[in-house]
């Protein structure tokens, strides 16, 4: 009989936010974290321009992209390795660096996708508890073993929106060997807007065993693309590239992502957006008496009471009721939370007031 190779039947499938009600698409997904306000316009006409030449292969080295990326972030696009979404180069890492037996690390609410990457190599997750659900640097520190080969670390963390600040990035790196690979997830680095925060490309020009990956998917708003870059040392750089498919982006992938990273007025007014809802949605559900915790990205994690009429699953179903998706988050071993995207400002009005709704019924 055909098996699978161990481990794959291990591994939970990965679950999505919902995006529909009893077979409705939702008047509110806030369950994604999606940008608030869409793509550029100047990535939708690049989209457009590129249905031109369908009949042609894409670029196969994203020549374009990676310089776009290089000059607007100060770095040398012979480092950068654009994927089909930054999931592709996270499987990429574990695929090049860790095999059947060896440990990946991570935080014990960290994003999803890390133990099914760990395990679609053979390798095995470790789950490390975190600190007020934030990423311990000491607790993972001290599970390394002789097995280890990957940590990783979303900064900010995904779905509890806490991070690390740089003078922590830099403690883990040093604390460990030279021959663990540091990959550092920044899906929401465009969002953060505190001093104290690094994404770490200076630990990757520094060493040759630290990676950090980004997404077009959040304040891009091109999730439907699968647009994801990592900034790696040369070495990595030459794995990921062997490992890659031959064509991974697509010509519009390619010209939309190039364009959305040269509107950088559009991105400024998607981290605006969010520096003024982010506080204004906290401040409104922390006033019905419910626990926001402190976030960096584009969303909220909100406790609900442990009781029967206003636990998370009736707020789940009352919030339902109303066409408002958020997340649930029981995968992520937060079973008394939802995870709210800060979406539009009639969207956030709407989850505000059917938060205080459901909580004085």
């Not at 080295?61 to 930054?86: F, K, Q, W, Y």
């Not at 040392?233 to 030459?238: E, G, R, T």
Request: aromatic share 8%.
């Amino acid at each position: 009989m055909l098996t699978p190779r161990p481990g794959i039947m291990e591994l939970a499938p990965y679950v999505p936010g919902k995006s529909s009600v009893g077979g409705k698409k939702a008047a509110m997904k806030l369950s994604a974290n999606e940008s608030a306000l869409g793509p550029s316009p100047m990535a939708l006409a690049a989209f457009r321009k590129a249905g031109e030449s369908l009949h042609e292969y894409p670029d196969g080295t994203s020549i374009a992209l990676r310089e776009a990326l290089g000059t607007a972030n100060g770095l040398n696009p012979d480092r950068i390795v654009c994927g089909a979404g930054s999931d592709e180069l996270l499987y990429n890492l574990a695929r090049g660096y860790a095999g059947l037996g060896d440990e990946i690390l991570l935080g014990e609410h960290g994003f999803n996708v890390y133990p099914i990457v760990a395990h679609c190599v053979g390798a095995v997750p470790i789950k490390v508890p975190e600190k007020n659900l934030t990423f311990d640097v000491d607790g993972v520190l001290a599970q390394v073993t002789d097995k280890t080969r990957i940590v990783f670390i979303a900064n900010p963390n995904n779905p509890t929106g806490s991070y690390i600040p740089a003078d922590e990035l830099v403690r883990l790196r040093a604390g460990l060997q030279d021959d663990i690979l540091l990959v550092i997830d920044c899906a929401y680095a465009e969002f953060v807007t505190r001093n104290d925060y690094d994404m770490g490309f200076d630990l990757v020009d520094a060493a040759e065993n630290t990676v950090v990956t980004r997404t077009f998917s959040k304040i891009y708003a091109l999730a439907s693309l699968r647009i994801g870059w990592a900034y790696c040392p040369p070495s990595i750089a030459d794995v990921l590239n062997r490992l890659r498919g031959p064509f991974n982006l697509s010509t519009a992938a390619q010209a939309a992502g190039k364009a959305a990273v040269e509107d950088t007025a559009h991105v400024a007014a998607s981290r605006d957006h969010n520096s003024v809802w982010l506080p204004w949605l906290t401040a409104q559900l922390s006033g019905c008496g419910l626990t926001v915790y402190p976030s960096a990205a584009n969303f909220v994690l909100v406790r609900f009471p442990d009781n029967d009429t206003h636990n998370s699953a009736a707020a789940m179903t009352f919030f339902e009721s109303k066409g408002i998706i958020p997340r649930e988050t029981g995968g992520y071993g937060l079973p008394d939370c939802l995870r709210v995207t800060i979406g539009r400002e009639d969207e956030m009005r709407a989850f505000a007031d059917a938060a205080k709704e459901f909580m004085a019924g």
